[in-house]
């Protein structure tokens, strides 16, 4: 295939709108050219052709418009799903899952050390604290069983409490 270069004369003695035969536009713009010579010659034809068979060339040029759009878009859909395919049976989507789980173990992970530790310091801290006081008082530890008995040592220590300043 030739190319033309801007000082060369066009092909088929036909003139360039911009001058310039070397560029891309300037391809474009031959085939602008040659589609708009052949655009009419088609209409000029036209005039030749009969009313019916105008129509039904007509119907039959809309119908192949919208086949080219269908085909299109069906096209269009299979790509989508074959796309949507790889990327389903790609090597690497495990890992994606792993990654996107990693976050949400970690949070879960540390919000259990945080309540095993809220529970572990405050639970054998009050079981030491009612042992010693068990322990170290003069009334028998069947007492301490006793709801009421709690309810009177509750309120020593809130009188205990209340009495220092």
């Known amino acids: 295939m030739r190319t033309h270069n801007t000082n060369e004369t066009p092909p088929s003695g036909q003139s360039c709108p911009d001058g310039n035969w070397g560029s891309e536009n300037?391809?474009?713009?031959?085939t602008d050219l040659a589609g708009a010579a052949f655009a009419r010659a088609l209409r000029q034809?036209?005039?030749?052709?009969?009313?019916?068979?105008?129509?039904?060339?007509?119907?039959?040029?809309?119908?192949?418009?919208?086949?080219?759009?269908?085909?299109?878009?069906?096209?269009?859909?299979?790509?989508?799903?074959?796309?949507?395919?790889r990327r389903r049976q790609s090597p690497f989507?495990?890992?994606?899952?792993?990654?996107?789980?990693?976050?949400i173990a970690a949070a879960a992970?540390?919000?259990?050390?945080?309540?095993?530790?809220?529970?572990?310091?405050?639970?054998?801290?009050?079981?030491?604290?009612?042992?010693?006081h068990i322990l170290s008082s003069e009334v028998p530890p069947s007492?301490?069983?006793?709801?009421?008995?709690?309810?009177?040592l509750k309120r020593q220590k809130l009188d205990a409490s209340a009495a220092k300043p």
């Open 45 to 85: 034809g036209e005039q030749a052709v009969p009313h019916d068979i105008r129509e039904r060339l007509r119907v039959a040029r809309l119908a192949a418009v919208h086949a080219h759009q269908r085909a299109l878009a069906r096209q269009a859909a299979q790509d989508e799903a074959s796309t949507i395919a």
């Open 109 to 132: 992970g540390i919000g259990a050390i945080f309540m095993q530790g809220a529970v572990s310091e405050d639970v054998p801290h009050q079981q030491v604290e009612t042992d010693l």
């Open 93 to 103: 989507s495990g890992w994606r899952k792993a990654l996107a789980a990693l976050p």
């Open 26 to 30: 300037a391809h474009e713009a031959a």
């Open 143 to 152: 007492a301490f069983a006793d709801p009421a008995f709690g309810e009177y």
